[in-house]
């Protein structure tokens, strides 16, 4: 087997997963996105292990760990997209500008539905 056609392949998958993560605004989308391009780098770890003989099969023993990060990081990743979509009714990554920081010098706005603007609506 030539070396060509998984790197090609692996490469394919990373444009994709690179692609779905700059064009994308659903949140849970980007998430797929990065796992495409977690197992691009999975093949091409593998691929270059068998290409290569390595008789400590490094390549897969990193393929293993990544795995383990990436299985992680989407456990993480979708558990705080379901809590902001509980919170704010929409994981759309535009809407989302309101998570952060507030310029130096700027006075904190208060939260949405306070007590003092609930009852300043029903006067």
Same mark, same amino acid.
């Given at each position: ?30 998430? *797929? ?40 990081? *989407?456990? *993480?990743?979708?558990? *705080? ?43």
């Amino acid at each position: 087997m030539h070396l060509a056609y998984p790197a090609v392949l692996a490469a394919l998958l990373f444009s994709v997963g690179l692609y779905g993560v700059l064009a994308r605004r659903n949140a849970v989308l980007v998430l *797929i996105s990065v796992e495409l391009m977690l197992n691009a780098v999975n093949l091409n770890l593998v691929a270059f292990d068998v290409w290569l003989r390595d008789t400590l099969h490094a390549g897969q023993t990193l393929t293993l760990f990544t795995i383990a990060v990436a299985a992680a990081e *989407i456990g *993480i990743g979708l558990a *705080i997209v379901l809590q902001v979509h509980r919170n704010r009714g929409s994981s759309d990554l535009d809407r989302l500008r309101d998570l952060a920081e507030e310029p130096p010098g700027t006075a904190p706005q208060p939260p949405h539905g306070t007590d003092a603007q609930k009852a300043e609506a029903t006067a």
